[in-house]
Antibody, heavy 129, light 109 residues
Framework: EVQMVESGGGLVQPGGSLRLSCAAS????????MSWVRQAPGKGLEWVSL???????EYADSVKGRFIISGDNSKNTLWLQMNSLRAEDSAVYYC???????????????????????WGKGTTVTVSS | EIVLTQSPGTLSLSPGERATLSCRAS???????LAWYQQTPGQAPRLLIY???SRATGIPDRFSGSGSGTDFTLTINRLEPEDSAVYYC??????????FGQGTKLEIK
């Protein structure tokens, strides 16, 4: 069964650090695109960071320079190192698998699809003094 | 940055009715990069539709997606009580890589 389980959330003071983990089963983390998405209490979804299968990383402007995404082949785990945390980083953090698929129509070039097809249940981060 | 605007904010319908949810992009986007998700309280989002109109695995055919360019629609036929949820559209772009709409809350009376 394909699934992911996040952990590492908790209460941390402003300016502190936390490392989230996302343990995957049924597929290989480093062979896929993987994202972190967060949801502040009562708010909508916000994409945070992406790790491509070639190791390229991308970040939302709101976390750039403070968060680091990485993947571990031996543990089949996705990580999110969060530094210099702020109150506005308080949220449920979800890891999600980015599915990248392609179709080849009879005419024209290939069509690429990007979407998040598998999600973990989330881990809660609270930044407060 | 492409902004996705969903409407209405809240939709209240009865079982058996049809729900029509809108997602409008601030710029033209590729249909293959538009997805819809369902989120029930306390749960993670669940993929419903990708590529604007393709149903994800296990999603009933009561759910359908359509649209192109800047206007996209999620239609839910024959509403059931378990369809009560918040629905989000999402697009894959350049910077930021993904953006979500603000969500539409669907209430089944």
């Amino acid at each position: 069964e394909v699934q992911m389980v996040e952990s590492g959330g908790g209460l941390v003071q402003p300016g502190g650090s936390l490392r989230l983990s996302c343990a995957a089963s049924g597929f290989t983390v480093r062979s896929n695109y993987m994202s972190w998405v967060r949801q502040a209490p009562g708010k909508g979804l916000e994409w945070v960071s992406l790790l491509n299968s070639d190791g390229t990383t991308e970040y939302a402007d709101s976390v750039k320079g403070r968060f680091i995404i990485s993947g571990d082949n031996s543990k089949n785990t996705l990580w999110l190192q969060m530094n210099s945390l702020r109150a506005e980083d308080s949220a449920v953090y979800y890891c999600a698998r980015d599915q990248v698929s392609v179709t080849y129509p009879v005419y024209g070039g290939p069509t690429y699809y990007h979407y998040m097809d598998v999600w973990g249940k989330g881990t809660t981060v609270t930044v407060s003094s | 940055e492409i902004v996705l605007t969903q409407s209405p904010g809240t939709l209240s319908l009865s079982p058996g009715e049809r729900a029509t949810l809108s997602c409008r992009a601030s710029q033209r986007i590729s249909s293959s990069y538009l997805a819809w998700y369902q989120q029930t309280p306390g749960q993670a989002p669940r993929l419903l539709i990708y590529g604007a109109s393709s149903r994800a695995t296990g999603i009933p055919d009561r759910f359908s997606g359509s649209g192109s360019g800047t206007d996209f629609t999620l239609t839910i036929n024959r509403l059931e009580p378990e369809d009560s949820a918040v629905y989000y559209c999402q697009q894959y772009g350049n910077s930021p890589r993904y953006t979500f709409g603000q969500g539409t809350k669907l209430e089944i009376k």
